[in-house]
């Protein structure tokens, strides 16, 4: 019988025929870790301010210029839209009664956002868009700037597009531009966030909310915008962001009739006659767009701005 002062002898643990515990080994016979499976993350939609999973539960796969799996995407349904509708709506009061110069500031703070995301955004447009991460970084630069140059307009627009009408009788007469209301937006198909900035911030610059159905196929700058939108001064619900089809979008949001106007940039030129004759239901603008998907790089037009305001004139007495 062994002392009990006396040091026990270690025993060694018996290793598998393989070389470890979990069975694997090295061609070299040593033991290697087990192969990881990564986590995919499925996005959520953008809808008044809030994160909501898809009212049908259903996703779709998000893949790169490759056709290599990335994530999944909410695929937004008919609730869905209808619930963003209702979020625009319901922010439009606030957001158009802001001042111009307020909203100038809410755009800026996009901007500085966005910039402090650079990378992010250059390494999901590069992945969805296939091109190299130089140019990738130009268009995330260029879409910062596009915020930046919508941003100094808002408080310039009522002077260039306003005017005081001569009137031959004792009255003075102002023409006052208003923003539209809500405007369903079908954003770009190719160009993943330049063009999706470039028709989302005049909208916004004008003082009218957007509900927008990103490109089905290159979701994740769209993704990635809303959360910016969302940590920046944005107002919950002046921006909706939908992920799905706009061929399966755009046909309600065409037809709902709390919606004021629709750009169809995002549908295919065939569809675009449909959602016009479903518009003219419930006698909404419709923005007239080319059928080749224009270039998103050139410097951008105040006539964009034109498109979402209404001119109200006001006629008012002397000495009165």
Not at 46 to 72: C, I, L, Q, W
Not at 82 to 103: P, Q
Not at 200 to 216: K, Q
Not at 304 to 310: D, N, V
């Amino acid at each position: 019988m062994p002392d009990k002062n006396t040091p026990a002898k270690k025993t060694a643990a018996k290793k598998t025929p393989e070389g470890n515990a979990s069975g694997a080994k090295s061609t070299t016979g040593k033991a290697t870790a087990p192969a990881r499976i990564s986590v995919a993350k499925t996005y959520k939609l953008y809808v008044g301010g809030k994160f909501p999973r898809s009212e049908s539960g259903r996703v779709y796969p998000v893949t790169d210029a490759r056709g290599e799996f990335v994530a999944n995407a909410a695929h937004a349904s008919r609730k869905d839209l209808r619930d963003a509708v209702v979020a625009a709506r319901k922010a439009f009061g606030g957001w158009s009664s802001a001042t111009a110069y307020n909203r100038g500031q809410v755009l800026y703070r996009v901007a500085e956002v966005m910039e402090g995301r650079r990378e992010q955004f250059a390494a999901e447009v590069a992945a969805s868009e296939g091109v190299p991460i130089a140019a990738a970084r130009s268009i995330v630069d260029t879409a910062i700037d596009r915020w930046v140059w919508y941003a100094g307009w808002t408080d310039k627009i009522a002077t260039v597009l306003g005017a005081a009408n001569p009137v031959a009788g004792p009255y003075f007469s102002f023409t006052v531009p208003e923003p539209t209301g809500v405007v369903g937006v079908l954003a770009p198909q190719a160009s993943s966030l330049l063009g999706l900035v470039s028709v989302v911030a005049p909208v916004l610059a004008t003082g009218s909310t957007a509900v927008v159905v990103s490109s089905a196929e290159r979701p994740l700058p769209a993704i990635t915008l809303s959360e910016v939108l969302a940590t920046s001064d944005v107002p919950g619900g002046v921006v909706n962001v939908l992920t799905g089809r706009a061929s399966e979008l755009g046909s309600w949001l065409a037809g709902h009739a709390d919606v004021d106007a629709l750009d169809p940039t995002g549908a295919d030129v065939e569809a675009r006659v449909e959602l016009a004759r479903s518009a003219a239901g419930t006698v909404k603008r419709v923005l007239t767009v080319p059928d080749a998907e224009p270039d998103w790089t050139t410097a951008p037009d105040i006539a964009r701005l034109r498109r979402y305001l209404e001119a109200k004139t006001v006629w008012h007495p002397l000495g009165v």
